[in-house]
C-alpha cells in the first residue's frame, strides 16, 4: 500500500509563502482634529457675525447673507474633507500575492491581486516635488497606490513596498 499524501513539511511551507512579507495601512492625512474644526468654525462664524453686524449697522442689510453664506461654503468644504479622509487602502506582500484593497470613503471596497514575481512598481517622480505616482503594473493592468499621500510618505513607502517586493521574489 502506497501513501501518496503529501509530507507534512509541505503544509508548513505553503503557509510560510503565504505569510505576509509586508503590510501597510494608508490613510489620508488630516492635520485639522475635531477640536481644531470645532474652534475655527466658531472663529470664522464669530468674524463674520461681528463683520456682517457692521454692515447691518452702516445700513448694507443685505451683505448679511452673504457671511452667512461663507461661514456654510467653509464649513461644506472641511466636511467634505473629513468624509475623503475615510479612504483607505490595505496593501499587502507575501511569497504567492500581492494583495491591493481600496476602500472609497462611500465604503465601496476594491481588490486587486497580482503575483509579487511578475508585478512591477513603478514610481513617477518631478524633479522638485518628488514622487507624484506609484502604481503595481503586471497582467496586463495597472493598480495605483497612495495618490493621497504626501510626498514625505510617498517617498517612504516607496522604499519599503520596493524592498518588500524584492523580498517576495528571493532578490
Known sequence: MTDNAPPATAGADLAAADRPIFEALLVPYRSLGRRGFNILMLFVGAVSLVTG?????????????????????IWLALRASYRAALAREEVSVSRTDLSIRKISPKGAVREAHYNPFWARFRVR?????????????????????????????????????SQALQTAKGR
Not at 524633479?127 to 505616482?133: A, R, Y
Not at 502604481?135 to 513607502?157: K, Y
Open 53 to 73: 453686524l457692521g454692515f447691518l449697522f452702516n445700513g448694507a442689510w443685505p451683505v448679511i447673507g452673504f457671511f452667512g453664506l461663507d461661514v456654510l461654503v
Open 125 to 161: 517622480r518631478h524633479e522638485e516635488i518628488g514622487i507624484t505616482g506609484m502604481a503595481v503594473h503586471g497582467e496586463g493592468r495597472m493598480t495605483e497606490i497612495g495618490s493621497f499621500l504626501n510626498p514625505d510618505d510617498r517617498e517612504s513607502f516607496a522604499i519599503a513596498f
